[in-house]
């Protein structure tokens, strides 16, 4: 329990959450995974934009970023540009990662740049206080969605897969041992790494959809998953309506900073006697 | 020593003036006529060991570079006008954060597409006021090739010292002209990095004197396991909610770039002495006023030119101090009038003994998407003649 608490800035606490609400859980998961791996703390950056899920980088003790709504991963990926060396973790939310930030997660799993993503997916926008995402269930109710949601979801993991991540991983605040596992194994990958925890919202899903409180909740998205190993041997009708959770895809690629590392040696040696900027560019340009 | 002499474009000359500045870091997305800068970053930054990325927008872009910054790199973005409306959140995100970024606005001819490769200076308000809520900037205008290089130059030094985005507003003529170009000796450049803490220990990231002070920054990755938040904050960089904190967070950052005002003002001055009739003006238009009022000079009216570099923090004092005797200022921009109002505003302030009312200030807007003509500066400057003052050009020297 110290191991854990100290990763955190705890004067900044006692955090802002709801009673009830899962970010905890997967903010405790992430500290967890980072303690098995002994990451050096001076080393771990945590990004995020806006929304309950983002407030988690603000009590983490490392150098951390609250940006803004949908940005975290276009932040991110200045910072890990610039050093490399550096443990770059965004953490976000269904609506800042996959509506206002969709088009940075799908550049930054297509670029395989070595940022590892958490996203907290509880199908709604709590901090606006409970207006449909782009991952709420069709049908299910937010205060935007008064007659029931008409959009299709987005199902994340396929997103992130067809984007290029090249580790792509859903577990629950239900299913938190196997969470933290995933988070290892998303921190260790040299890539785009996702992890879609799926969590409960009493405060504004649970009640506006009359799925109870928190540990009702956690009994319904228990409900709603299939491991993927044991899907493979379940039949189809047994698999309808479920997400899969477990390891969905991991498929290492070269990774975008370490290429860029290397061109940059490349180019360096074809420029030997190059002297800097100034006098290069007033030879090279016309 | 200078580096030989060169012919070169403006575009080329910032992306060079970044480059002295110590540039490490560029994020953008094509746009024209801002795009020679990313290309010409694209291939100079690797040759430094720095990098560039092509972003999906430019919202990614300012945040890249922000990010970047944060973990200590020097960084700029380019855009144009609809690029920089996409950039403003993250600007003020920037001015409330004190991140130093350099973003660089190469104008045209809006608003919305409009007119992608005409000039125009209608960004001219959207850089000082195109974010939301309170917040400093600093806004340079190069009038020249070689000013681009120089201002980009100390866009770099202003945005270090006193960790505030800095806006270098450029125009398409501006941008694209080419000019020959004697640039400094680099070995005699000394660029500003912004200050550091010398030790974690007791590191506050946004303990500052509240009269205008600047905090010391920590990279990101050293360390300091400092929180970097766009919510108000306390000086321990903890998010607060408390009037007091934000009150106090938005004053020092104003008073701040009041502090700096003096210390970064720029501007062209010609015939200022004994002007009875000021021309005030910016960028590319400037460059058509100062060939007007020459021509005026020549033919023995009073006509004098002022040419604002510092844009923003803007120069209230020289302004009125040069309207002190004019009778009339025009004030030629491409644009329907964004900079005339600020040059009334300072002419009848009364600000530094100027008498206050004095001189009228007359809007001299063109939104044709062209450069001024010479003539239609010079025109305005002999409307401004009282008749029989007026003496025919034959009589002229």
């Known amino acids: 329990m110290s191991s854990v608490l100290g990763y955190f800035k705890q004067e900044y606490l006692p955090h802002i959450w709801c009673p009830g609400c899962g970010h905890g859980t997967v903010t405790g998961a992430l500290v967890r995974a980072i303690d098995r791996l002994g990451l050096d703390k001076n080393k771990v950056c945590p990004v995020s934009g806006i929304g309950c899920s983002s407030r988690a980088v603000g009590y983490l003790d490392f150098d951390t970023l609250h940006t803004a709504h949908g940005r975290a991963l276009a932040f991110a990926t200045g910072i890990k540009l610039a050093r490399p060396e550096l443990k770059v973790v965004v953490m976000t939310g269904d609506g800042d990662c996959a509506a206002i930030g969709g088009n940075h997660f799908i550049h930054a799993a297509r670029r395989n740049i070595d940022i590892t993503t958490i996203v907290m997916n509880n199908s709604i926008y709590g901090m606006t206080s409970g207006q449909y995402s782009p991952m709420t269930p069709k049908g299910m109710y937010g205060t935007t969605a008064p007659y029931g949601n008409l959009e299709r979801s987005f199902d994340l993991c396929e997103l992130a897969r067809a984007s290029g991540a090249t580790y792509v991983g859903r577990a629950t605040s239900y299913h938190v041992p196997l969470l933290i596992d995933l988070i290892e194994s998303a921190l260790q990958n040299k890539g785009f790494s996702v992890v879609e925890a799926l969590v409960q919202c009493p405060t504004y899903f649970g009640r506006k959809n009359k799925v109870g409180g928190a540990v009702e909740m956690l009994e319904w998205i228990k409900d709603g998953v299939v491991h993927a190993k044991a899907a493979a041997s379940l039949p189809p009708e047994k698999l309808a309506g479920k997400k899969l959770i477990g390891e969905l895809h991991n498929a290492p690629a070269p990774e975008y900073t370490a290429e860029y590392d290397e061109l940059i040696a490349k180019v360096q040696r074809s420029y030997g006697a190059f002297q800097g900027g100034l006098y290069g560019c007033a030879s090279n340009s016309d | ?397």
Request: proline share 8%; with cysteine; charged share 25%.
């Open chain 2, 1 to 397: 020593m200078n580096s030989p002499a060169k012919l070169m474009q403006g575009n080329e000359a910032c992306t060079i003036g970044a480059l002295a500045a110590g540039l490490e870091f560029y994020a953008g997305y094509p746009i024209t006529p801002s795009t020679e800068i990313a290309e010409l970053c694209a291939e100079e930054l690797p040759k430094v060991g720095g990098k560039f990325i092509q972003m999906e927008d430019e919202i990614g872009s300012i945040a890249a570079c922000i990010g970047a910054s944060l973990a200590g790199k020097k960084a700029m973005t380019a855009t144009s006008g609809p690029g920089f409306s996409l950039m403003q959140e993250c600007l003020g995100y920037a001015s409330l954060t004190e991140v130093p970024i350099v973003i660089v606005d190469v104008q045209r001819m809006g608003p919305s597409t409009g007119m992608p490769t005409s000039p125009a200076q209608g960004d001219l308000m959207q850089a000082r006021w195109g974010t939301h809520g309170d917040h400093p900037v600093v806004v340079l205008a190069p009038g020249s090739v070689k000013e681009c290089f120089e201002l980009t130059f100390k866009a770099f030094d202003i945005a270090e010292t006193w960790r505030v985005p800095v806006i270098v507003l450029m125009d398409e003529i501006i941008g694209h002209m080419r000019e020959k170009v004697t640039l400094p000796d680099p070995s005699e450049l000394r660029p500003l990095r912004r200050a550091a803490p010398s030790s974690p220990a007791g590191y506050r990231p946004y303990a500052a004197d509240a009269d205008g002070g600047v905090p010391l920054m920590a990279p990101f990755g050293e360390g300091y396991r400092a929180h970097v938040t766009g919510l108000f904050h306390e000086e321990s960089g903890r998010p607060s909610g408390r009037g007091d904190v934000a009150d106090r967070l938005l004053r020092r950052l104003a008073r701040k770039v009041e502090k700096a005002a003096p210390l970064i003002e720029e501007h062209f001055e010609e015939s200022l002495g004994d002007a009875e009739i000021l021309v005030v003006s910016f960028g590319s238009s400037a460059m058509s006023a100062l060939s007007a009022v020459r021509r005026a000079r020549r033919e023995g009216t009073k006509a004098g030119l002022l040419r604002l570099k510092t844009m923003w923090p803007f120069p209230e004092a020289l302004v009125a101090r040069a309207a002190s005797r004019a009778r009339r200022v025009i004030v030629p921009e491409m644009n329907l009038g964004q900079l005339a109002p600020e040059v009334e505003r300072a002419v009848w302030s009364g600000n530094c003994g100027a008498s206050p009312g004095r001189a009228t200030v007359g809007r001299l807007g063109k939104v044709t998407g062209e450069l001024f003509r010479p003539e239609e500066v010079y025109a305005a400057i002999m409307e401004a003649q009282p008749p029989s003052e007026v003496r025919p050009p034959s009589e002229a020297r």
